[in-house]
């Protein structure tokens, strides 16, 4: 315990001990005064002293408590938490701007994002990850969901689609260095990313996978160093068309892969277009409980206690006496 002004300990003790002088003092003084005009003292019983030093030692402590509350008293205590890393990967691919949900898949999944982030805690960490051919982290992991929020909505199109480049780059966001595949030689060691159990990667998109990394590889990857993918469908089965470069392409959602990329870390495939759904992916999330050193200042609860420790010995001594004195 720490104080702002530890010299009120002092100013407490040396007034407690003044009292306590100046209490014994005005007792002998009334036992002397009793003694001369030929009083007898009453007998010393136990509940006799009790009701007859009680009161004032109630006061006595009252008043220590406050002089040590006015110190303002503070105490370090750790505070549980809920903790944990979540990067949002979200597909901007042109077969984002599919309107088979209203008003477009990209849009859809930014919204669902955005819900999805107001709702997580204060203390978890999240950052996001843009991907169409390639990736890039739009924002690194942290707990300014605000800013959180306003990467997301920042997102455009543009571009095909990897989904192996979007878990490599999430990966590297979580453990804070680049993250590739092995070379494809069985002589190669996959890298060692360590264990990230509470890091989660919530992966926005419409399955479809046009090039780069292996995604099931690169799940795979993630699910040794303990990262859970959750991904998130947007789009349609039944698909529609989208122009490109005044080209019609038809798009649909590949539920399939988006489904094997989570099983292979143990996670669960969700649909955007469910609110249920995506209420869901935030209830599948494993966070790890922390404790974090947390100064609390005690003076209001030493106030509390300087009061009733008063307020006690008033009515005791109203009580037994029928005033105070």
Known sequence: MTFDYPIMIVVAIVAVVALVLAYRALDRRRAT???????????????????????PLLFLAGLAVLLIGIGRPQATVRVPRVAGTIVLAFDVSNSMMATDVTP??????????????????????????????GAITARDPDNNHDEVVAAI??????????????ILASLSA????????????ATTPPPNLGYWGSATI????????TGGPDALAAAELAGEAGVHIETVGVGTVQGTT???????????LNEDLLTQVAEATAGTYHQAADAQAI????KDLEFRITSKPQRMELTGAAVLIAVALLTAGGLLMTLWYGRIV
């Open 33 to 55: 005064a009793l003694a001369s005009v030929g009083g007898r003292p009453v007998a010393a019983t136990r509940w006799a002293a009790l009701r007859r030093h009680l009161p």
């Open 104 to 133: 477009n898949r990209l849009a859809v999944a930014q919204q669902s994002a955005a819900d999805f982030v107001r709702a997580q805690p204060s203390t978890v960490d999240i950052g996001v990850v843009a991907f169409d051919a």
């Open 153 to 166: 909505n920042r997102l455009k199109p543009a571009g095909s689609t990897s989904l192996g480049a979007a």
């Open 174 to 185: 979580i453990v804070g260095q680049d993250v590739s595949l092995a070379a494809p030689d």
């Open 202 to 209: 919530v992966v926005f998109s419409d399955g479809e996978d």
């Open 242 to 252: 989208i122009d490109v470069d005044g080209y019609q392409v038809a798009t649909a």
């Open 279 to 282: 209420n869901q992916v935030y």
